[in-house]
């Protein structure tokens, strides 16, 4: 059976209790005491986020005290990932977040708390579809196991660009942690992923047997602002926006010093994430023309999953030129 999202109000309370909970009383759910940040002074801003190498840019930010520089006061706040970030946005217990653009609309679609500012990578190499040793072609896939999200997006489309009908196959809602184990025990066939876990997946059992590019799928890495409070800090969202920018030309620049970064921030292997980050573009910029009708795709397959019941206005919630008019012109 497919996966659907939970209801709204059940996920909204539970993104707010985990949240809250992640940032007030478990140290091991940040990532501010760590590195060379010193003290900064002005507003909290707190950035809910993910633990995998496409944010390199804020781990290596944050390493090198980019934010305090600027005269930010800027905590990173680890969330799972998926749509965990965006929620703990909604719930007002972070003011910034990054997400994946299939991980965002659901939540923007939902309630009108969440606007995206602009894209900060992008890339059709970092997900992978992972095949369980002995299914040697898509067609003899039984079950998968999936997130939320780009995950579920980029599964249906994996499936339909093999003529296989998703509702021929089984799909699992999981977590990133838990399919490499699912895979090893024969729990799923194939599943499709970012890193570490798809090289996980293959040294358990499996073997990665395409990227989500190989079936025109891409996804773009927004950051987002709650909506109530860019109202007033239009300014210092700018600010933020600009430090990571910066961040991603370095770590273009010098993928070592990116990994390194990223392991004092999250303990993930400076070897692992210094291999993967060539499959992710690190450019910041304004959305255009292009990121709607992409954006616009996204939405569509929602609808007729019937996970959201109305679409976006995506002139609200991806506003062209905000970031030229707060941020400056795109990275180089």
Not at 60 to 69: D, I, N, V
Not at 237 to 246: H, I, N, R, S, Y
Not at 294 to 314: C, E, G, H
Request: hydrophobic share 40%; net charge positive.
């Amino acid at each position: 059976m497919n996966v659907r999202l939970r209801s709204p109000k059940l996920t909204g309370l539970l993104a707010a209790c985990t949240a809250l909970l992640l940032a007030t009383g478990c140290t091991s759910g940040t990532t501010d005491s760590a590195g060379g940040e010193g003290t900064a002074k002005g507003p909290l801003v707190r950035i809910a986020l993910g633990v995998d190498a496409s944010y390199a840019p804020f781990y290596l930010a944050k390493e090198r005290g980019m934010f305090a520089k600027a005269g930010l006061n800027v905590e990173l706040m680890q969330v799972e990932g998926g749509p965990a970030a965006a929620e703990a946005v909604a719930a007002g217990t972070a003011q910034m977040s990054a997400n994946a653009d299939s991980s965002a609309l659901p939540l923007m679609a939902a309630q009108d708390k969440l606007t995206a500012l602009g894209v900060f990578q992008s890339s059709d190499r970092y997900l992978k579809v992972v095949l369980r040793d002995g299914i040697d072609k898509p067609q003899q896939i039984k079950t998968m196991a999936s997130i939320q999200g780009i995950g579920l997006y980029s599964t249906h489309s994996y499936l339909k660009h093999n003529k296989i009908d998703p509702a021929s196959v089984k799909i699992v809602k999981s977590s990133p942690p838990e399919m490499p184990g699912m895979l090893q025990r024969g729990s799923v066939d194939a599943y499709i992923l970012f890193e570490p876990w798809a090289a996980k997946g293959d040294a358990s059992g499996g073997h990665i047997a395409g990227r989500i590019g190989d079936f025109g799928v891409s996804y773009f890495q927004w950051l987002l602002a709650g909506r109530s409070w860019l109202a007033g800090n239009n300014e210092l969202a700018g600010k933020v926006f600009k430090v990571v920018a910066e961040a991603d030309a370095l770590v273009t620049k010098d993928r070592k010093a990116a990994a390194e970064a990223t392991q004092k921030q999250v303990k993930l292997p400076a070897e692992q994430t210094e291999k993967v980050l060539p499959e992710i573009t690190f450019t910041a910029r304004g959305f255009t023309d292009a990121d709607h009708a992409s954006a616009k795709r996204v939405v569509d397959f929602l609808l007729q999953q019937k996970l959201i019941a109305k679409s976006p206005d995506l002139n609200t919630v991806l506003p062209k030129g905000w970031y030229e008019k707060y941020v400056g012109a795109p990275s180089e």
